[in-house]
């Protein structure tokens, strides 16, 4: 069965560093999604993805963060200069269709520790 | 404003009791649906459910099942004769940029 894959399952950065996030979508679906888990939480939304151009961002998503898809299977998140409230665990989703109602189907997730 | 509360930050049963995780939201919109996720100590995402605005039939799938009903804005979810293995943080989650509640951990215990 298709799954959306995740890399590196945990990452460790300094305070100040940049980290990508790597995901690798379900193939034919259309819509990519990252998500946020502060250890305890609940999942948060951080931003949608379609047609190459982000569709729709939270307040979280600010400068400090980017998203894209270099090739046609990898779905990156870069966070510029992480910092000690980054640490979360970052979840990328993907769905078939453009219809925000939709299924997403998770990544396992990358466990992100700023030090 | 879109939201979805679990009011039960935790649950504890014993293996076989059948165990109800309540699940309520706020919408405005007219069509929208509700999912509901499983994270296993794994950490994972688990798709479990969908269900729209428009059907509120409820649902079962072997020894889960949900209970939609739109007068109440309520998606409850339960697990018959639970199983150490549904031990989990499960979430609720409302349509779109899937708007999630707190979570409600459970604990089966053996």
């Known amino acids: 069965e298709p799954e959306v894959t995740q890399t590196p399952s945990h990452q460790v950065t300094q305070m100040g560093q940049e980290v990508i996030l790597r995901c690798v979508p379900i193939s034919n679906h259309l819509y990519f999604y990252w998500y946020r888990q502060i250890l305890g939480q609940k999942v948060e939304f951080l931003v949608s993805?379609?047609?190459?151009?982000?569709?729709?961002k939270s307040e979280i998503f600010d400068d400090q963060f980017s998203v894209e898809r270099p090739d046609g299977s990898n779905f990156t998140l870069k966070i510029r200069s992480t910092k000690l409230e980054d640490s979360a665990m970052y979840f990328c989703?993907?769905?078939?269709?453009?219809?925000?109602?939709?299924?997403?189907?998770f990544g396992p997730g990358t466990r992100l520790t700023v030090l | 404003a879109q939201k979805v509360t679990q009011a039960q930050t935790e649950i504890s049963v014993v293996e076989k009791e059948d165990v109800t995780l309540d699940c309520v939201y706020e919408t405005r919109d007219t069509t929208y649906y509700l999912f509901w996720y499983k994270q296993p100590p794994s950490g994972e995402l688990v798709f479990l459910i969908r269900r729209n605005s428009f059907d509120e039939q409820n649902e079962i799938s072997g020894r889960y099942s949900w209970n939609f009903q739109k007068s109440t804005s309520s998606f409850n979810f339960t697990i018959t004769a639970s199983q150490v293995v549904d031990s989990a943080v499960y979430f609720c989650a409302l349509t779109g940029k899937l708007i999630f509640g707190q979570g409600t951990t459970l604990q089966v215990k053996p």
């Open positions: 993805f379609y047609n190459n151009e982000i569709s729709e």
């Open positions: 989703a993907s769905s078939w269709t453009g219809d925000s109602t939709d299924t997403q189907y």
